[in-house]
Each structure stands twice: as C-alpha cells, then as structure tokens.
C-alpha cells in the first residue's frame, strides 16, 4: 500500500459505519473484520484466506482464539507448518474487549470480538462455506480469492479518507489532496496505467501525478510496531 496514517484509519473504524459493528453492513463487517485480523495476525493474506472455521477454537471462557486453516492448505514457507502437517501453525489472539468497558473505543479493536460478529452476522447465508471469509455478494457462488482480500484493504483505506466526518479531518489534517493521492495511489499499485490513472484524474501532464500525488509505496514499520500492542491484542493483559 502507498503510505496512509494508521491513526487516522483506526480512529475511523470506532465511529460509523463500522461502530456499532453489530449494526454495520455485511460489507462494513468484512472490511473491519479483515483490516484487524491482518493486523493482529501478521500473516500472509493467503493464511488468513484458508482459515477454516471449523477448526477454530478457544480458551480461557472465549478470551483466547486459536484459528488453523483448511488442512489442505500448504502455506508458503516452512516454518509457518504445524507439526507433522502440512498447514500452517495456529493464529493465536487475545481478546481486547474482554478486559475493557464495551463503551471503551479501544475494545472496538478487538479481532476477536470482530470475528464472533462476523461469524454470527454471516451464519444465516454461509450455506456450506466452512473458509472465514464469504462473498458479500448475494447468490455468489464461487469463493473468495486473494485479489478479493486485497482490494477489502484497499476499498476500507480509501473509504475512510473519503469519508471520514469533518472533526477526524481536522485533528489529522486530511485534506482533498490526500484523499486523491490515496485513491490514484492505490491505482497505480495495484496495476493501473499510467493512461488511466491520468485519464481517471483529468491531468494534462503525468508528472502532476508523480511528482504531487503518488505516494511511495511503503508500510510505516516503526508505527505498526508500536501500535500493535493496543490494535493486535498480542500480549498477557
């Protein structure tokens, strides 16, 4: 992805239209859902594409999630193998919610309480799908595929810049520039033209673009790794 502000997009996803999670649309639901557990888990999108829900499991009265993919599933690397199998090892995660008031915004976090949702929410057109993830799509009946997943991160980060209410606007200074950024950025990482970005942006010349919009395509480590205790629930509370 071109470079975004986790700040900007976590504080996003405590507020409308993805809180109350409950009440979101199912495709509100599966953009969060996704967006949290790729951050908690860490894994490849593949990994989080085979998660089976059959095979999940929990400890600790449900504050502790294990989630194991489909057993046929043979994950890129190694040292992601469970033992003596060919899957990967488990996704371990600590719920957040359980430990903080519902009304706390940093419960909203939370990949397990997502998940539970999710699962709920989807249950009554799951059908026979046992993958986590299901289309959105009425009456579609293929499953969901990789490029799926990435453009779900995708459509969530542009949406928010979009969309976001004026006061979140304001305490991160988001203006209609990084918003075109965002979104002609996004393009051009995920395979446009440069014909089509510039026809898409109505600009003249291409170094307009490239000089003022596009973003290099970077993760911010250090913010990532320094959030991840409050976002990924990955520790002993």
């Known amino acids: 992805l071109p470079y975004w502000d986790l700040n900007f997009v976590l504080m996003a996803l405590t507020r409308p239209p993805y809180e109350p999670l409950g009440k979101a649309s199912i495709m509100d639901l599966s953009l969060k859902t996704f967006f949290l557990l790729l951050l908690a888990s860490g894994r490849r999108r593949s990994e989080i594409l085979a998660i089976d829900i059959r095979r999940t499991e929990f400890a600790e009265k449900g504050n502790i999630m294990f989630l194991y993919p489909n057993r046929a599933f043979v994950p890129k690397t190694q040292a992601a193998k469970e033992e003596g199998g060919a899957a990967f090892s488990p996704i371990k995660l600590i719920s957040l919610s359980a430990n903080l008031d519902k009304s706390d915004p ?105 000089h003022h919009y596009l973003k290099d395509v970077t993760i911010l480590r250090d913010q990532l790794k320094a959030l991840s205790p409050m976002v990924v629930a990955q520790f002993q509370l």
């Open 106 to 210: 940093d419960s909203f976090f939370c990949p397990v309480r997502a998940y539970k949702i999710y699962i709920k929410r989807t249950s009554t057109f799951r059908n026979n799908r046992h993958q986590l993830f299901i289309p959105t799509q009425a009456g579609r009946v293929s499953d969901l595929r990789i490029n799926t997943l990435t453009s779900w991160t995708k459509t969530l980060v542009t949406k928010i810049y979009k969309e976001a209410d004026p006061e979140i606007r304001q305490v991160y200074k988001i203006g209609p520039h990084q918003v075109r950024a965002i979104a002609t950025s996004l393009a051009e990482a995920g395979g446009a033209s440069l014909h089509h970005i510039m026809r898409a942006g109505t600009w003249a010349n291409h170094s307009t673009f490239t």
